[in-house]
């Protein structure tokens, strides 16, 4: 696998389920991100981690929990979703270092609450 | 944060170089301009990004306004692969992860 890879691809949960995407890159980065995407909207920018640490969290709702074991991983776990919760749920990861990095995404998880 | 104005669509004719404009008038003095793009059903890919100078890579060219109020992404020969939205974002530069914020873009049409 080389890149950004995302699983699932498609999700469909009810609202009470509680589930969890996966993200994982495999080109050595140190800063990974949560994105939403919903239909006809921009994408937003949810949970940011640098070297595992937490850096953002742009008033995401507690139903949505990020979670960074290493830097090559990242989860976001999801519970009691709602059904405006139904989106594109993108990862991306970058190598943050003295000059640029630009963000590698991931092809997405297509989530549909119930 | 400092925005971005683009047209909400454009259409070029396959092999025909493509200006896609933006305009950032706040863009403030460390702020770098970025290109990414989205493909039907894929994640944003980068394009380009630049500070101050015109840039070139193999995708396109960065046209930067002398003020920097202003840019142009130019795709030299258009091809049906590049029908996508295209972004263009501000941002502080790296030495921690950056954060991109999305506009709603610019739809691209190629026509055979």
Known sequence: ???????????????????????????????????????????????????????????VPSRFSP?????????LHLHTLQPEDSALYLCASSQERASYGEQFFGPGTRLTVL | DAKTTQPNSMESNEEEPVHLPCNH?????????????QLPSQGPEYVIHGLTSNVNNRMASLAIAEDRKSS??????????????????????????????????TQLTVLP
């Open chain 1, 1 to 59: 696998e080389t890149g950004v890879t995302q699983t699932p691809r498609h999700l469909v949960m009810g609202m009470t389920n509680k589930k969890s995407l996966k993200c994982e890159q495999h080109l050595g980065h140190n800063a990974m991100y949560w994105y939403k995407q919903s239909a006809k909207k921009p994408l937003e920018l949810m949970f940011v981690y640098n070297f595992k640490e937490q850096t953002e969290n742009n008033s």
């Open chain 1, 67 to 75: 979670e960074c074991p290493n830097s090559s991983h990242l989860f």
């Open chain 2, 25 to 37: 008038s706040t863009i403030s003095g460390t702020d770098y301009i970025h290109w990414y793009r």
């Open chain 2, 72 to 105: 142009t992404l130019i795709l030299h020969r258009a091809t049906l692969r590049d029908a996508a939205v295209y972004y263009c974002i501000l941002s502080l530069p790296s030495g921690s992860a950056r954060q991109l914020t999305f506009g709603s873009g």
